[in-house]
């Protein structure tokens, strides 16, 4: 089993940051992918960024170049840096983990933080 604590949403106005970070603990392989889903009122889950264990990282078109997501293996956590940030990143944020094994794959969910951004 995996448990995921996120920590870092907020409120905050338009042209401001916020970082993210999300801790996994327990049983973590070696080969994983950590990242960052956000879902608004209203709109479906989506993938905000993530990045595998090599350092390869993908990007939602709408964040790239403002955010940056980043990750400390030594301590399994994940960082996700919002800069620049819009009414429209308003949303529950979400870690989630996805774990690669011979023959296995699971996937883990943290609780959500909230991001708001208004001013």
């Known amino acids: 089993q995996v448990q995921l604590m996120e920590s870092g949403g907020g409120l905050v106005q338009p042209g401001g940051s916020l970082r993210l970070s999300c801790a996994a603990s327990?049983?973590?392989?070696?080969?994983?992918?950590m990242g960052w889903y956000r879902q608004a009122p209203g709109k479906e889950r989506e993938l905000v960024a993530d990045?595998?264990?090599?350092?390869?990282?993908r990007y939602a078109h709408s964040v790239k170049g403002r955010f940056t997501i980043s990750r400390d293996n030594a301590v399994n956590t994940v960082y996700l840096q919002m800069n620049s940030l819009k009414p429209e990143d308003t949303a529950v944020y979400y870690c989630?983990?996805?774990?690669?094994?011979?023959?296995?794959?699971?996937?883990?969910w943290g609780q959500g933080t909230q991001v708001t951004v208004s001013s």
């Open positions: 989630n983990v996805v774990l690669h094994a011979p023959g296995d794959r699971s996937e883990y």
């Open positions: 327990g049983s973590i392989f070696s080969f994983n992918v």
């Open positions: 990045i595998n264990s090599f350092g390869f990282t």
